[in-house]
């Protein structure tokens, strides 16, 4: 049993060496048209037409291995079996990267990134520049389009693991949209399992020597050198439009391997606590402890490890991403 679970860590960590050294085997077949290039995405319907009987989207963002259509297809079984799945367009966006953009042959208009920069915000390499943060301000404008989307009320952006990183980060750092709310679309962030958060504070919930780890408190994991797209906002302004958003943390109970192969061991997430369940549990106290009128939610999957199909597909999973 201890040598057939070897031998699976073994395969997932050669797998995301490979997705991140040989470059992603599979690439989404959609393109979104922005000004700095073309977003590569998998889309469940095709959005370039009214849709006039969807009346929810869920932007579901990937992990690490940048596979999109693995996470496309869980968001439509998740809708599917929720009862859903015609009246919810799935898009699932594609970060990648040169790697990507080199062992595929892709043309020049294909908008990469640079390594796992998409993670923190940081802008393409090419063909023009937009923070991965902008991209998905991008697709939610586009979501506003009352011709195409006339009975839209719900705009879910979810994603598991590095795409947990992302959505939080996002949140947290996202435009504005008033468009949203002259059209009365809710807008929502389900962020699960990942492997750290950003703090407002250079408080953290476990003791560590400062000196040693120099970036404790610098973007992605706190408030010091924000990337660009945040432009002048600073950490309170940041503070005070998290809170206020609707946002659900979504943890497996069984997430609670110090030693996952994907888990970030830096020292910077390490102050954030040992593994991913205990990690989001610190998170979110912390903000409690800042704001007792809290209105996010931590929603726990019982036998859920490290798993972003399992999440999304659990029960619970389904009720927080399609919540009537």
Not at 25 to 35: C, G, I, N, T
Not at 42 to 52: I, T, V
Not at 168 to 176: I, M, P, V
Not at 224 to 249: F, H
Request: aromatic share 8%.
């Amino acid at each position: 049993m201890i040598k057939r679970l070897g031998l699976l860590l073994g395969v997932l960590v050669s797998c995301c060496t490979f997705a991140a050294e040989h470059g992603v085997k599979v690439v989404s077949p959609d393109r979104f048209h922005l000004e700095a290039g073309e977003l590569s995405l998998g889309l469940s319907q095709d959005w370039r037409q009214p849709l006039p009987k969807v009346t929810r989207a869920l932007i579901i963002v990937h992990g690490r291995l940048r596979n999109a259509q693995t996470y496309l297809h869980s968001g439509i079984n998740a809708a599917e079996h929720a009862g859903v799945g015609g009246s919810t367009l799935v898009i699932a966006p594609q970060f990648l990267n040169q790697t990507d953009v080199k062992r595929n042959h892709l043309d020049d208009q294909v908008l990469r990134w640079k390594g796992n920069d998409w993670m923190a915000g940081e802008a393409s390499t090419g063909p023009g520049q937009i923070s991965s943060y902008g991209a998905l301000d991008q697709i939610i404008k586009h979501l506003g389009n009352r011709k195409l989307f006339p009975a839209l009320k719900e705009i879910v952006v979810a994603g598991h693991s590095g795409g947990g990183q992302v959505v939080q980060r996002f949140a947290l750092t996202g435009h504005d949209h008033p468009l949203l709310n002259t059209e009365s679309i809710r807008l929502r962030y389900v962020v699960a399992n990942p492997s750290s958060y950003a703090y407002f504070s250079p408080q953290r919930p476990v003791k560590f020597d400062a000196t040693s780890c120099p970036g404790f408190n610098d973007w992605k994991y706190g408030m010091q050198n924000l990337p660009d797209y945040v432009g002048d906002r600073g950490a309170q302004q940041l503070e005070q439009a998290y809170v206020s958003r609707d946002i659900t943390y979504l943890l497996g109970q069984q997430d609670t391997d110090p030693n996952h192969p994907a888990l970030d061991k830096s020292c910077e997430a390490e102050a954030q606590g040992a593994y991913r369940l205990i990690r989001g549990h610190n998170y979110f106290d912390y903000l409690k402890q800042r704001h007792p009128q809290l209105g996010h939610r931590l929603v726990e999957v019982p036998g859920v490890g490290h798993d972003g199909d399992k999440m999304f597909t659990s029960p619970e999973g389904e009720k927080v991403l399609f919540a009537q």
